[in-house]
Protein backbone atom coordinates (compact mmCIF):
# COMPACT_ATOMS: atom_id res chain seq x y z
CA UNK A 1 0.00 0.00 0.00
CA UNK A 2 1.02 3.55 -0.29
CA UNK A 3 -0.05 6.12 1.81
CA UNK A 4 -0.53 9.79 0.56
CA UNK A 5 -0.85 13.20 3.00
CA UNK A 6 -1.53 16.37 1.34
CA UNK A 7 -1.37 19.79 3.15
CA UNK A 8 -2.02 23.33 1.81
CA UNK A 9 -5.31 23.94 1.33
CA UNK A 10 -7.79 26.59 2.06
CA UNK A 11 -9.43 29.72 1.63
CA UNK A 12 -7.57 32.48 -0.72
CA UNK A 13 -9.04 35.61 -2.61
CA UNK A 14 -9.63 35.74 -6.39
CA UNK A 15 -5.52 36.21 -7.97
CA UNK A 16 -4.13 34.85 -4.99
CA UNK A 17 -1.79 31.86 -4.46
CA UNK A 18 -1.92 28.24 -2.90
CA UNK A 19 0.74 25.86 -2.80
CA UNK A 20 -0.35 22.29 -2.38
CA UNK A 21 1.60 19.30 -1.25
CA UNK A 22 1.52 15.60 -0.86
CA UNK A 23 4.31 13.27 0.52
CA UNK A 24 3.58 9.74 -0.52
CA UNK A 25 5.01 6.66 2.12
CA UNK A 26 4.56 3.04 2.09
CA UNK A 27 5.73 0.78 -1.01
CA UNK A 28 7.06 3.68 -3.19
CA UNK A 29 8.34 2.84 -6.27
CA UNK A 30 11.11 3.23 -8.63
CA UNK A 31 8.83 4.62 -11.22
CA UNK A 32 5.63 6.34 -10.48
CA UNK A 33 3.25 8.98 -11.62
CA UNK A 34 2.29 11.45 -9.23
CA UNK A 35 0.05 14.18 -9.41
CA UNK A 36 -3.28 16.48 -8.47
CA UNK A 37 -7.25 15.58 -9.17
CA UNK A 38 -10.08 17.86 -8.42
CA UNK A 39 -14.00 16.87 -7.76
CA UNK A 40 -16.71 19.23 -7.08
CA UNK A 41 -19.67 18.13 -6.01
CA UNK A 42 -21.71 16.10 -8.33
CA UNK A 43 -18.83 16.20 -10.50
CA UNK A 44 -16.77 14.19 -12.01
CA UNK A 45 -13.00 14.21 -10.76
CA UNK A 46 -10.70 15.81 -13.34
CA UNK A 47 -7.42 16.29 -14.18
CA UNK A 48 -5.51 19.32 -12.83
CA UNK A 49 -1.65 18.05 -13.46
CA UNK A 50 0.70 14.55 -13.20
CA UNK A 51 4.07 14.21 -13.71
CA UNK A 52 6.38 11.24 -14.04
CA UNK A 53 9.55 10.44 -12.39
CA UNK A 54 11.75 12.10 -15.53
CA UNK A 55 9.66 15.50 -14.74
CA UNK A 56 7.32 14.76 -17.45
CA UNK A 57 4.26 16.99 -16.93
CA UNK A 58 0.65 16.94 -18.07
CA UNK A 59 -1.75 20.07 -17.48
CA UNK A 60 -5.37 20.37 -17.55
CA UNK A 61 -6.93 22.93 -19.96
CA UNK A 62 -8.50 25.15 -17.48
CA UNK A 63 -4.71 25.14 -15.35
CA UNK A 64 -2.48 25.72 -18.19
CA UNK A 65 -0.28 28.65 -17.20
CA UNK A 66 -1.54 29.41 -13.74
CA UNK A 67 -0.60 26.41 -12.05
CA UNK A 68 2.99 24.33 -11.94
CA UNK A 69 3.58 21.27 -10.56
CA UNK A 70 6.85 19.63 -9.28
CA UNK A 71 7.95 16.69 -7.48
CA UNK A 72 11.41 15.81 -5.32
CA UNK A 73 12.05 12.52 -5.65
CA UNK A 74 14.36 12.07 -2.85
CA UNK A 75 11.51 13.34 -0.67
CA UNK A 76 8.50 11.34 -2.69
CA UNK A 77 6.76 14.89 -2.72
CA UNK A 78 4.34 16.26 -5.33
CA UNK A 79 4.13 20.47 -5.04
CA UNK A 80 1.28 22.08 -7.32
CA UNK A 81 1.71 26.24 -7.00
CA UNK A 82 -1.49 27.53 -7.94
CA UNK A 83 -1.69 31.18 -9.25
CA UNK A 84 -3.72 33.68 -10.37
CA UNK A 85 -6.52 31.66 -8.53
CA UNK A 86 -10.09 32.20 -9.90
CA UNK A 87 -13.48 31.10 -7.90
CA UNK A 88 -14.05 28.26 -10.15
CA UNK A 89 -10.85 26.38 -9.25
CA UNK A 90 -12.76 26.09 -5.34
CA UNK A 91 -12.50 22.04 -5.46
CA UNK A 92 -11.86 19.66 -3.26
CA UNK A 93 -7.93 18.35 -4.63
CA UNK A 94 -6.46 15.22 -4.33
CA UNK A 95 -3.28 13.80 -4.52
CA UNK A 96 -2.61 10.60 -6.60
CA UNK A 97 0.05 7.83 -6.94
CA UNK A 98 0.50 5.75 -9.50
CA UNK A 99 2.68 2.97 -9.13
CA UNK A 100 4.80 1.13 -11.37
CA UNK A 101 6.55 -2.56 -11.13
CA UNK A 102 5.99 -5.54 -8.96
CA UNK A 103 2.32 -6.12 -10.48
CA UNK A 104 0.25 -4.32 -12.85
CA UNK A 105 0.10 -0.22 -12.71
CA UNK A 106 -1.78 0.53 -9.68
CA UNK A 107 -3.81 4.06 -8.80
CA UNK A 108 -3.47 5.27 -4.64
CA UNK A 109 -5.56 8.73 -3.78
CA UNK A 110 -5.02 10.92 -0.52
CA UNK A 111 -8.30 11.84 1.10
CA UNK A 112 -8.61 15.44 -0.31
CA UNK A 113 -7.54 18.63 0.60
CA UNK A 114 -10.27 21.98 0.17
CA UNK A 115 -9.31 24.73 -1.81
CA UNK A 116 -11.73 27.78 -1.83
CA UNK A 117 -11.36 30.79 -3.77
CA UNK A 118 -14.25 33.89 -2.93
CA UNK A 119 -13.67 37.23 -1.96
Known amino acids: QVQLAESGGGLVQPGGSLRLSCVAS????????MGWYRQAPGKERELVAI???????EYGDSVKGRFTISRDNAKSTVYLQMNNLKPEDTDVYFC?????????????WGKGTLVTVSS
Open 26 to 33: GRIASIST
Open 51 to 57: INNGGIT
Open 96 to 108: YYKRYGGGPPTDY
